[in-house]
C-alpha cells in the first residue's frame, strides 16, 4: 500500500508560479508510474501530466503544454509539478496518483493509490 502526500498549493495570482510535491512511502517508489490530476467544482477530474517510473516519459495535457513541468527524484520518493503562467482556470483541487506500471497512464481509473489533495487557487 503506498500513501501519498502532496505538498505546495497555495494563493497565487494570474501568471505566478507554483512547484507541487507528492511524497511517497509504503513502497517501492521507482515501480510505479506516477500522475498529477485536477478537479475544478463542478468538473471531472482530469490528468495534468504523467511521468514513467524512471522518469524518461513524460505525458502533458494539452492546456498543461509549456507551462507545466513533471518530474520526479526516485532517490526522495517523490514527483514535483512546476507550474508556470498560471491561470484563473487552473484553480483546482490538484491530486497525486501512482500507478502499478512503469507506463504513463491518461485515465483515473489506471491508478491505484492517491492523495488526499492540495488547493490550488489563482486569482486575476
Known amino acids: 500500500q503506498v500513501q501519498l502526500v502532496e505538498s505546495g498549493g497555495g494563493l497565487v495570482q494570474t501568471g505566478g508560479s507554483l512547484r507541487l510535491s507528492c511524497a511517497a512511502s509504503?513502497?517501492?517508489?521507482?515501480?510505479?508510474?506516477m500522475g498529477w490530476f485536477r478537479q475544478a467544482p463542478g468538473k471531472e477530474r482530469e490528468l495534468v501530466a504523467a511521468?514513467?517510473?524512471?522518469?524518461?516519459?513524460?505525458y502533458y495535457a494539452d492546456s498543461m503544454k509549456g507551462r507545466f513541468t513533471i518530474s520526479r527524484d526516485n532517490a526522495k520518493n517523490t514527483v514535483y509539478l512546476q507550474m508556470n503562467s498560471l491561470k484563473v482556470e487552473d484553480t483546482a483541487v490538484y491530486y497525486c496518483?501512482?500507478?502499478?506500471?512503469?507506463?504513463?497512464?491518461?485515465?483515473?481509473?489506471?491508478?491505484?493509490?492517491w492523495g488526499q489533495g492540495t488547493q490550488v487557487t489563482v486569482s486575476s
Open positions: 496518483a501512482a500507478r502499478r506500471s512503469a507506463w504513463v497512464g491518461v485515465l483515473s481509473s489506471e491508478y491505484d493509490f
Open positions: 511521468i514513467s517510473n524512471g522518469g524518461v516519459n513524460r
Open positions: 509504503g513502497g517501492t517508489f521507482n515501480v510505479y508510474a
